[in-house]
């Protein structure tokens, strides 16, 4: 595996999730997701952070002014903008006083350079597109607070394929209006990774050493990273992309998979300070601030990138782990996770709990606890995907399972009058440490008033169940020939916040319930939550039933 050394050659990140990636299905971002995404971004060493268009909506606006407060390290804030109008002078666009006054010390500029987009979509001369690129860089090249001025060759790829003189004519006036980097874009996302090496050489030799060429790819042939990585490798400088490869139709290139392969596979230098192993916390911070689910397959940084479940499997990591890593999950901030399912060997829970519970020698409790998970799996439960339930079966099965709780009754009423939105009352009745508790709560249905009777019913007793809060839930029919009589699995992921951390969470509880009635199996994943966290926050000699 190679490693970056001083003398190898350094590729420059350029992030542009807070534009680029919220042009994404289902991403929005506040002003406050922004500045503390940027700060993130600066942590890890990214170069570079496109922050919007200045113009574009009072958020953007707003993001411009509160980001020159932050006490960024490593990162530039880019503003982007589009040229100046046809005909019409730098000074008298609106668009380009606002890319100057955003006080950003780069500042990139888009432009047409596929003819077609200039004949059809601008209907310019190609003369006067020529000109509106190289007036609008040396206009804002000139502003008092911009360092560089960076070209967006939107539509390269086609442009160049269509008309390679006229392609290269748009790069040279990016160059005569003073840009310092010219960024290469595959803006439908359709090249291959040969046509973007055979491009981004061509260019290079044309054009020599004086044009720093950047790379800008989206994923629509699912070739983003690929060609990345070719265009770095014919001499491109810089990457630009998204964290987790949000962005419009299929996504851009996600960083965080670009940065791992070009920093352990490749042996380029990139992230300034060299913080690799902040690449996960990153894109789950940032899946988090999207109010997006996390992709568990995604390289480098996905919950299952470095997941192994297969007996066999997991037999060979435990001798020889890089026999089934392409490398280690620490060098990314992640971890491996050996998983327990019907398929597992009684390895697997030694290996994935062993050395919490003090069971890597217990045989015999290993293979009851094995022949546990396959039954169960067998009725329907899914433990891989609900590590928390797997625990407390483990606590249940070493007779070690606290009674924070007993439960005398639940109910839930729901009512529905015609054209009138249904309301849900649930009442829970329960014995706690030697009192009897009785609550009612309403709910907009019957998990959210389930949730918040227990909550009311505990909150006195133990108040740190006031810090899981849930934050995903799936419920999946496990033998639909049954039709609405089926059994279902009900998975539940509650986060754990702490104003104390980042994004306020600290960590994540996940956990299963499965019945033919799907508000008894919520109200198993409820409670089983509860009872896991408050397992982990109560004192030790609880937790071994002293």
């Not at 690929?226 to 851009?252: F, K």
Request: aromatic fraction near 6%; hydrophobic fraction near 40%; include cysteine.
């Amino acid at each position: 595996m190679n490693t970056p050394n001083a003398t190898q050659r350094r590729v420059e990140i350029y992030d542009t999730t807070l534009r680029d990636g919220t042009q994404g299905e289902g991403v929005n971002l506040s002003l406050v997701d922004k500045l503390k995404i940027t700060q993130l971004l600066d942590s890890v060493g990214v170069d570079f952070v496109e922050g919007g268009y200045p113009l574009s909506n009072p958020k953007d606006e707003a993001y411009f002014q509160e980001v020159r407060k932050l006490d960024l390290k490593h990162t530039k804030v880019c503003a982007f903008g589009m040229t100046r109008r046809k005909e019409i002078d730098p000074a008298d666009d609106a668009g380009m006083r606002a890319l100057v006054a955003s006080g950003s010390p780069v500042i990139t500029i888009v432009g047409k350079t596929w003819d077609l987009h200039v004949d059809e979509v601008l209907r310019v001369s190609r003369e006067e597109n020529l000109a509106m690129i190289r007036d609008s860089l040396a206009f804002c090249e000139a502003g008092p607070d911009c360092e560089q001025v960076f070209y967006d060759a939107e539509h390269f790829f086609d442009g160049y394929r269509a008309n390679p003189d006229y392609a290269l004519a748009t790069l040279r006036a990016a160059l005569e209006g003073g840009a310092s980097r010219l960024v290469l874009c595959d803006t439908n996302g359709g090249s291959l990774p040969g046509w973007v090496t055979q491009a981004v050489t061509e260019v290079h030799n044309v054009l020599g050493n004086d044009a720093q060429l950047a790379i800008h790819t989206h994923n629509d042939s699912g070739l983003a990273v690929a060609n990345s990585l070719a265009a770095v490798e014919a001499g491109a400088v810089q990457v630009q992309g998204t964290i987790n490869g949000i962005g419009e139709r299929c996504g851009n290139v996600d960083l965080t998979t670009v940065i791992a392969n070009l920093r352990l596979k490749m042996g380029y230098g990139c992230l300034t300070g060299g913080n690799l192993d902040g690449l996960t916390k990153l894109s789950r911070a940032v899946y988090e601030r999207a109010n997006l689910a996390l992709s568990s397959c995604q390289p480098y940084v996905g919950t299952s990138a470095f997941a192994h479940k297969g007996g066999m499997h997991v037999h060979a990591v435990q001798r020889i782990a890089h026999s089934y890593e392409h490398v280690e999950p620490g060098l990314v901030g992640n971890e491996r996770r050996i998983l327990v399912s019907e398929l597992s060997g009684a390895s697997n829970i030694s290996a994935t709990l062993g050395e919490k519970f003090s069971i890597q020698d217990d045989k015999a409790l290993q293979r009851t606890v094995l022949q546990r998970v396959q039954d169960l799996e067998h009725q329907g439960y899914h433990f891989e995907a609900a590590q928390a339930s797997f625990e407390l079966l483990l606590y249940d099965a070493m007779g070690r399972l606290p009674d924070f709780w007993e439960l005398d009754h639940y109910r839930c009423v729901i009512l529905r009058r015609n054209k009138e939105t249904a309301t849900t009352e649930a009442t829970v009745k329960l014995r706690t440490n030697g009192q009897t508790e009785h609550r009612v709560a309403e709910g907009d249905g019957p998990v959210n008033a389930l949730d918040g009777a227990l909550r009311k019913a505990l909150k006195d007793h133990y108040p740190q169940i006031n810090d899981v809060h849930l934050a995903d839930y799936k419920v999946r029919v496990v033998n639909p020939t049954a039709e609405s009589a089926a059994k279902v699995r009900v998975i539940a992921e509650f986060a754990v916040r702490d104003n104390g951390h980042d994004n306020g969470i600290t960590r994540y509880i996940t956990t299963i319930g499965v019945n033919e009635n799907i508000i008894d199996a919520s109200w198993q994943a409820i409670a089983d939550a509860f009872r896991y966290h408050l397992i982990e926050t109560t004192t030790p000699a609880r937790v071994q039933g002293a």
